[in-house]
Nanobody, 120 residues
């Protein structure tokens, strides 16, 4: 199974930018990949996804501000975050996903994530 390590988080001011990286221990060439986040007291939510062919989709809350991309040769997925807002504050995770039995989304094991804090 692919193991993933997120990095690039930190403290930024509202309106600032961050670029998150997700480094995989194995090939992601044939994998659908996504970025997720979890704020305190809330459930994990999808932020952005990119299929193995490069198709993308975004949560409405980040559309136009965030961009997901992938570098298959480097086995790395990125999340460029611009115009950050305080409500973007969360732990950000990346993961591979696929559709399993009963049309359920399946994931690899979750990593530690990287903290993003947007505050003045």
């Amino acid at each position: 199974q692919v193991q993933l390590v997120e990095s690039g988080g930190g403290l930024v001011q509202p309106g600032g930018s961050l670029r998150l990286s997700c480094a995989a221990s194995g090939s992601i060439f044939s994998r659908n990949m996504g970025w997720y986040r979890q704020a305190p007291g809330k459930e994990r939510e999808l932020v952005a996804a990119i299929t193995r062919t490069g198709s993308t989709n975004y949560a409405d809350s980040v559309k136009g501000r965030f961009t997901i991309s992938r570098d298959n040769a480097e086995n790395t997925v990125y999340l460029q975050m611009n115009s950050l807002k305080p409500e973007d504050t969360a732990v950000y995770y990346c993961n591979a996903y696929w559709i399993g039995d009963w049309d359920r989304r399946r994931y690899e094991d979750w990593g530690q994530g990287t903290q993003v804090t947007v505050s003045s």
